[in-house]
């Protein structure tokens, strides 16, 4: 059962301004909370949708400060950019206003560096790195492997990531790396050619639930930038060796490191029966599993999140019994469509498929007439729309995915496909 506050009139400052966050700020509407999103891009989307709006960075703790007194503010909530959970901790200190974060969870899940360094404390495998900094030492670079995957330590969504063949290539995507990693540092990876999955977490007064793990397909028809997702498949094939194998593991770290509320990502790519843990994301997520959570297993991360802010409380009473990673037999399929750069002419089909029963949820990105320029290849600013589909059966998914296929199309001013990539539905 839920246990949810009544939340009208209360004053709710959300941080960040992306499309994610904006379903985000208007379910809290929907509750009749007063949202005030912040965000230093005046035409950032989420605040289209909040009843009040600052333009200001959410690094800037200060003048956050001084909106979060002068608007008299409840509660204090960070949507969906892991950058912005460190500065989300010091704000909720100084205001005295709950939060699910602390010192020790964000070193250990708020930058890659971190949590290589936990996961090495509680015996989990993570992807291969090799020793390099800004300095970019010669010894260094002779002991690369070719090919490697060169990352910012503190950024997500595929910004600043660069696949590298050689040294050249290496040096230009360590400085590419730099140039979007606030702490100027990067790490580089063995680029892994295996499966692909990602496990999503809820946590309730200490309590550890795994609530949905998913295999994710990515494109490989972008050359050298990052391998953006293209689709995310439930329940994965690798559910039960992970639940046997992982979920001690993680669920001991997560104890160590203090997590009590809260949502959290982590992926992995599975090798050889080896799990290798990357990319934690302690926050909602882009992906938005918490779609088919809350269709399916009947309880809202959003809700609860936006409690939490408000009251210290996740409020739902029976996870224990509501939550399902299995998601009671269903099966569901999250597509990614991924635009290649031009100016939107034509977008067909979308309206149709908002429309459709097996769909339960579209959140579109672009529209007829906006432009996908050329610095949002390579990363999730690329993404027309995520559509969500579920099934009673995998028979049924797939055919929906072939028939979502062949009603979506996306035309630029030449009259060319946009459309980068699609998912091969025979994977399901």
Same mark, same amino acid.
């Given at each position: 059962?839920?246990?949810?506050?009544?939340?009208?009139?209360?004053?709710?400052?959300?941080?960040?301004?992306?499309?994610?966050?904006?379903?985000?700020?208007?379910?809290?509407?929907?509750?009749?909370?007063?949202?005030?999103?912040?965000?230093?891009?005046?035409?950032?989307?989420?605040?289209?949708?909040?009843?009040?709006?600052?333009?200001?960075?959410?690094?800037?703790?200060?003048?956050?400060?001084?909106?979060?007194?002068?608007?008299?503010?409840?509660?204090?909530?960070?949507?969906?950019?892991?950058?912005?959970?460190?500065?989300?901790?010091?704000?909720?200190?100084?205001?005295?206003?709950?939060?699910?974060?602390? !010192?020790? /969870?964000? $070193?250990?899940?708020?930058? #890659? %560096? *971190?949590? &290589?360094?936990?996961?090495?404390?509680? =015996?989990?495998? +993570?992807?291969?790195?090799?020793?390099?900094?800004?300095?970019?030492?010669?010894?260094?670079?002779?002991?690369?492997?070719?090919?490697?995957?060169?990352?910012?330590?503190?950024?997500?969504?595929?910004?600043?990531?660069?696949?590298?063949?050689?040294?050249?290539?290496?040096?230009?995507?360590?400085?590419?790396?730099?140039?979007?990693?606030?702490?100027?540092?990067?790490?580089?990876?063995?680029?892994?050619?295996? !499966?692909? /999955?990602? $496990?999503?977490?809820?946590? #309730? %007064? *200490?309590? &550890?639930?795994?609530?949905?793990?998913? =295999?994710?397909? +990515?494109?490989?028809?972008?050359?050298?930038?990052?391998?953006?997702c293209i689709a995310n498949v439930y329940p994965s094939k690798h559910t039960n060796r992970y639940y046997e194998c992982m979920h001690p593991k993680m669920?001991?770290?997560?104890?160590?490191?203090?997590?009590?509320?809260?949502?959290?990502?982590?992926?992995?790519?599975?090798?050889?029966?080896?799990?290798?843990?990357?990319?934690?994301?302690?926050?909602?997520?882009?992906?938005?599993?918490?779609?088919?959570?809350?269709?399916?297993? *009947?309880?809202?991360?959003?809700?609860?999140?936006?409690?939490?802010?408000?009251?210290?409380?996740?409020?739902?009473?029976?996870?224990?019994?509501?939550?399902?990673?299995?998601?009671?037999?269903?099966?569901?399929?999250?597509?990614?469509?991924?635009?290649?750069?031009?100016?939107?002419?034509?977008?067909?089909?979308?309206?149709?498929?908002?429309?459709?029963?097996?769909?339960?949820?579209?959140?579109?990105?672009?529209?007829?007439?906006?432009?996908?320029?050329?610095?949002?290849?390579?990363?999730?600013?690329?993404?027309?729309?995520?559509?969500?589909?579920?099934?009673?059966?995998?028979?049924?998914?797939?055919?929906?995915?072939?028939?979502?296929?062949?009603?979506?199309?996306?035309?630029?001013?030449?009259?060319?496909?946009?459309?980068?990539?699609?998912?091969?539905?025979?994977?399901?």
């Open positions: 059962m839920n246990s949810f506050e009544n939340l009208t009139g209360k004053k709710l400052l959300i941080l960040g301004g992306n499309h994610e966050t904006g379903v985000l700020v208007k379910k809290a509407n929907d509750l009749g909370v007063y949202t005030i999103a912040v965000d230093p891009n005046p035409k950032a989307p989420a605040k289209i949708h909040s009843k009040k709006h600052y333009d200001i960075d959410g690094f800037d703790i200060p003048n956050l400060i001084k909106v979060a007194m002068k608007e008299k503010v409840d509660g204090v909530l960070v949507g969906v950019a892991d950058i912005l959970v460190p500065p989300y901790l010091r704000l909720c200190e100084k205001l005295g206003l709950p939060c699910y974060a602390s !010192d020790k /969870i964000i $070193a250990a899940l708020s930058s #890659k %560096d *971190g949590f &290589i360094d936990a996961c090495k404390q509680y =015996d989990i495998e +993570t992807v291969p790195t090799f020793r390099l900094d800004e300095s970019l030492k010669p010894e260094d670079l002779n002991e690369i492997k070719y090919p490697v995957v060169v990352k910012p330590v503190d950024n997500g969504g595929g910004v600043g990531i660069s696949i590298c063949y050689n040294e050249q290539e290496l040096i230009s995507g360590a400085k590419n790396a730099i140039k979007n990693s606030r702490k100027r540092s990067f790490i580089t990876e063995r680029l892994m050619h295996t !499966d692909d /999955i990602n $496990a999503y977490y809820t946590f #309730k %007064d *200490g309590e &550890i639930f795994l609530s949905s793990i998913a =295999d994710r397909i +990515t494109t490989k028809k972008q050359d050298r930038s990052s391998p953006i669920s001991k770290m997560f104890k160590g490191i203090g997590i009590k509320n809260g949502v959290l990502a982590i992926q992995y790519f599975v090798e050889d029966n080896h799990f290798y843990a990357y990319d934690p994301g302690f926050r909602l997520q882009g992906e938005a599993m918490h779609i088919y959570i809350a269709k399916i297993n *009947g309880f809202d991360h959003r809700l609860m999140l936006i409690n939490f802010a408000l009251t210290g409380s996740m409020g739902v009473d029976d996870l224990e019994e509501r939550n399902d990673f299995l998601f009671n037999g269903k099966h569901a399929c999250t597509l990614w469509v991924l635009l290649k750069n031009g100016v939107i002419k034509q977008i067909k089909g979308l309206e149709e498929l908002q429309n459709d029963p097996s769909v339960i949820f579209v959140l579109q990105r672009f529209f007829e007439g906006e432009a996908v320029l050329d610095h949002m290849i390579g990363n999730e600013k690329q993404v027309l729309a995520r559509i969500y589909v579920v099934s009673e059966t995998k028979e049924d998914l797939v055919l929906k995915i072939h028939a979502i296929e062949t009603t979506l199309s996306v035309i630029d001013e030449d009259g060319n496909n946009m459309i980068v990539d699609f998912f091969n539905a025979s994977f399901v």
